[in-house]
Nanobody
Framework: QVQLVESGGGLVQAGGSLRLSCAAS????????MGWYRQVPGKPRELVAT???????NYADSVKERFTISRDNAKNTVLLQMNSLKPEDTAVYYC????????????????WGQGTQVTVSS
């Protein structure tokens, strides 16, 4: 099995910064995509940012120029540096990864972390 453990959430004032981290552990052969999604009550989970194994990134328009995603393939970790935070960034942030857990079949499965709360006060 694979576990994703997030850390780094909390309360910050508007304009401030937070850094989220996520570490994947368990039976891992390789990880394709790692990323972050977020969700507020009553709304669907939405993509924040993703990064693939060669470092190509994808960001939601709402966070471009403010958030930066990075990963350490050797440590199976992904980071999300969040700057210039806004109250609308308040949400539970979930780590995501597509993981290959065996050499055969060579398939990838999605895994989610438990989520970490980010609250931005105005």
């Amino acid at each position: 099995q694979v576990q994703l453990v997030e850390s780094g959430g909390g309360l910050v004032q508007a304009g401030g910064s937070l850094r989220l981290s996520c570490a994947a552990s368990g039976t891992i052969v390789s990880i394709s995509v790692m990323g972050w999604y977020r969700q507020v009550p009553g709304k669907p989970r939405e993509l924040v940012a993703t990064i693939n194994s060669v470092g190509s990134t994808n960001y939601a328009d709402s966070v471009k120029e403010r958030f930066t995603i990075s990963r350490d393939n050797a440590k199976n970790t992904v980071l999300l540096q969040m700057n210039s935070l806004k109250p609308e960034d308040t949400a539970v942030y979930y780590c995501y990864a597509t993981v290959r857990s065996s050499y055969y079949p060579p398939t990838y499965s999605p895994f989610w972390g438990q989520g970490t709360q980010v609250t931005v006060s105005s």
